[in-house]
């Protein structure tokens, strides 16, 4: 059986890319910054598998633990800090801090559509967010 996306999993694959690699796309990069595109993305790539058993995931969020990412692609808490912040700042993430007790953890709503709009807009509207 085939499984069909919804239409917010192929606007993720389509910011993504086609392929099942984790990919950068070399516009965002320079929309919005290396680290802040591969925190992107990353965010995303999960966001998109959490959609399939998970159709809200998009209105509440994914979670995604600061250890992965600096394990995975070496940032320390304090770039993944300093991101978080320039997105917050560009409209494209935000973040509901979840203490459970015992761990805190971030949970990450991505905006889309801003998100598409900027990787949409010409040459001459390409501004870098914040460093």
Request: charge should be neutral; glycine fraction near 4%; avoid cysteine.
């Amino acid at each position: 059986m085939k499984k069909y996306k919804n239409e917010d999993q192929e606007l993720i694959r389509a910011i993504l890319g086609q392929d099942k690699f984790l990919m950068l796309n070399l516009k965002l990069v320079q929309l919005i910054g290396l680290n802040e595109a591969v925190m992107v993305t990353y965010i995303l790539d999960k966001l998109e598998h959490t959609l399939n058993w998970n159709k809200d995931a998009l209105e509440t969020g994914v979670v995604v633990y600061r250890k992965d990412i600096e394990s995975r692609f070496k940032l320390s808490d304090y770039q993944q800090r300093k991101v978080e912040k320039n997105l917050i700042e560009g409209g494209i993430l935000s973040i509901n801090i979840i203490f459970d007790g015992i761990n805190t953890y971030n949970n990450y709503k991505v905006n889309l559509e801003r998100l598409n709009n900027k990787l949409s807009s010409t040459e001459s509207d390409l501004t870098p967010l914040k460093n």
